[in-house]
């Protein structure tokens, strides 16, 4: 599903990242973690196609993204992976069904279509009596539940998430976690979570641990 040969990166002379070789199976779910500054982050953006490697190669569903074109990259983007952040990152002037709705209409489906797979989404989330809350009417545990939902609207094979409970409380954060499984289990998608939560980590299926933009054994 993702295979990371040789991957660099780096800020002016500072190397983020130094020869990442990974692969990841299909509905996996893979937790990335390490001390700030290992190069998770850095390393999730470019999985996602939101920054470039300066050097390597990056298959994403068979595909070979490193040489794409920016636009075929974005449309690329839109219907091969989703993305779940810290903070919701939802637009406050949209309800909860519209947040979700948004990437649907970037890949050009129609208004019935959008709102179809966004209420079934919101109907999986246990979300429905929120479809039409918009995001400072809706707790922390739902805000990220239908940021999840719009990671998921177009069926792509891979979803990134950075950090993802962060910003939960204890009660939420499980939910959240158990969320993870349920979709990979009824969707099939493919997850890998940057996390320092230690207990998201112990439950995945591989955590991958990151030192100095290196892949390490975590007995070292």
Known sequence: MIDIKDVTKSFGNLKVLKGITLHIDKGEVVSIVGPSGAGKTTLLQIIGTLDKADSGEIRIDGKEISSMSKKRLSDFRNTHIGFVFQFHQLLPE???????????????????????????????????????????????????????????????????????????????????????????????????????????ASITDRTIHLRDGVIIDPTE
């Open 94 to 200: 949209f309800t909860a069904l519209e947040n979700i709705m948004i990437p649907a209409y970037i890949a050009g489906k129609s208004r019935s279509e959008a709102k179809k797979r966004a209420m079934e989404l919101l109907q999986f989330m246990g979300l429905t009596d929120r479809a039409s809350h918009k995001p400072n009417e809706l707790s922390g545990g739902e805000k990220q539940r239908v940021a999840v939902a719009r990671a998921l609207i177009n069926n792509p094979a891979v979803i990134l998430a950075d950090e993802p409970s962060g910003s939960l409380d204890s009660k939420n954060k499980a939910e959240l976690h158990q969320l993870f499984f349920d979709l990979r289990d009824k969707f099939g998608q493919t997850f890998v979570i940057v996390t320092h939560d230690e207990e998201l």
